[in-house]
């Protein structure tokens, strides 16, 4: 059976670069890819690429095929991360329920702030190199790692 990957999207202003090479990479290796955002409806992308995800985030856990869990969780990035999904109330749940189960877990650029708002991030992180990424890992505790992205 193929792996089940979740990749999470902000509702906007998200990433082609790291959205659409991740999805297609794990397509092509076999993997049954899903694309949910906060509310499942087209998004607008940094370079205003429009984009629809398969579903809305709420609904994480009623894809068909896919069990209780996934076998990894991945959130991207873009500069609507910060609004859409750092304060979201159920992406910190499904990354630490997935977590705990031993599933991996990741973040790109702005998505690794989701990781660390779930407190499931130890050690250090690297993100984008601005004062609200910058902040919200120093609020958890987390070391900036020397290989920070900008953007």
């Known amino acids: 059976m193929p792996s089940t990957v979740l990749l999470v999207m902000p509702r906007n202003q998200f990433s082609e670069e790291e959205l659409f090479p991740l999805r297609d990479g794990l397509q092509e ?23 629809t995800p398969e579903g809305m985030l709420a609904d994480w856990n009623k894809q068909e095929g896919v069990g209780m869990k996934y076998d990894a969780v991945i959130v991207t990035g873009g500069k609507g991360a910060p609004k859409s999904l750092w304060t979201d109330d159920i992406l910190p749940q499904i990354l630490t329920d997935h977590a705990r189960a031993g599933k991996t877990v990741a973040g ?40 920070t992205i900008t953007g």
């Open 108 to 147: 790109i650029g702005f998505g690794v702030g989701s990781l660390a708002q779930a407190n499931i991030l130890t050690g250090e992180a690297s993100g984008p190199n601005t004062p609200e990424f910058i902040q919200l890992l120093d609020d958890a505790m987390i070391a900036r790692s020397v290989e």
């Open 29 to 51: 290796a076999g993997c049954r890819v899903f694309t949910l955002s906060r509310t499942g409806k087209e998004a607008t992308g940094m370079n205003k690429t429009k984009f």
